[in-house]
């Protein structure tokens, strides 16, 4: 009777040794877990010792799960962050959606104004840019640095940046060449462009600011006498065409230097 007791006893010491299926599991999971420094970007971990490649173990808050390179993780490399790039030490740093539109085409082809990058991506040595974050960059963009007009897409070169004025006459005054020469002159009042076509008369192509087209003649150019003016008289004391016109007032209209003035009554 008591040696079976004994045993009785026995085997309920061995049972009760033995882990709760809950313990069991728990035991499972964390044998199971990924050695350290092996859980890839955006993997779940339970400290930042288990992500790979130095990446921070976080979450937001506490209701959310903790990943590896997580939104606005700590960061000191773009590879430690699974869904952003670093920025200012956190991982919330915006990604372009053509970084992978591009990412085909050979370094240095990509035309003016298309999609890119990087700057090595674009022809002539132009600047893979956008004004902003939420814009896509393309080469030669408006506000884009520059050193000619070639690396330019929408505009012309205009103290290094992207920006200058493109003239929609440049290139349509050719009915207007003197008979006597080959050299082409605009009339006063007409579009110009400051680093080609001449005015007539030397009236000065101007405009009051880059948003402007520039006028030969137009109002506040420089002048020397009242035939280089379009819309006002030659102000003899400033040299500037900003004086008044009244209902007397002789209107030039010339196409060449020498054409002469017409007066209106």
Request: glycine fraction near 8%.
């Amino acid at each position: 009777m008591h040696s079976s007791l004994f045993l009785f006893a026995a085997a309920l010491t061995s049972v009760s040794a033995l882990p709760s299926p809950q313990e069991a599991s728990s035991a499972t999971t964390s044998a199971a877990a990924q050695s350290t420094g092996t859980v890839a970007l955006g993997g779940e971990c339970s400290s930042s010792a288990d992500c790979a490649g130095g990446a921070d173990c976080y979450a937001v808050n506490s209701m959310l799960i903790t990943r590896c390179g997580n939104f606005q993780a700590s960061c000191t490399t773009d590879d430690q962050c699974a869904y952003n790039t670093c920025n200012n030490g956190l991982c919330n740093g915006f990604i372009p959606s053509a970084t992978t539109s591009t990412s085909a085409k050979a370094t240095g082809t990509v035309a003016l104004g298309e999609q890119c990058s990087s700057s090595a991506d674009c022809t002539n040595g132009a600047d893979c840019y956008a004004v902003n974050s939420m814009l896509i960059p393309s080469c030669g963009n408006f506000q884009a640095s520059c050193t000619s007009d070639d690396q330019c897409a929408y505009n012309t070169c205009n103290n290094g940046l992207c920006n200058g004025f493109i003239a929609s006459t440049t290139t349509t005054s050719a009915a207007q060449t003197e008979s006597t020469s080959t050299t082409v002159y605009l009339p006063l009042g007409a579009d110009c462009n400051p680093d080609s076509t001449p005015c007539a008369n030397g009236a000065d192509c101007y405009a009051s600011n880059s948003m402007l087209q520039p006028r030969c003649g137009n109002f506040a150019s420089s002048c020397t006498s009242d035939d280089q003016c379009a819309f006002n008289l030659c102000n003899t004391d400033t040299g500037l065409c900003t004086g008044p016109l009244t209902s007397s007032t002789t209107t030039f209209v010339s196409s060449t230097p020498t054409q002469s003035a017409y007066r209106i009554f």
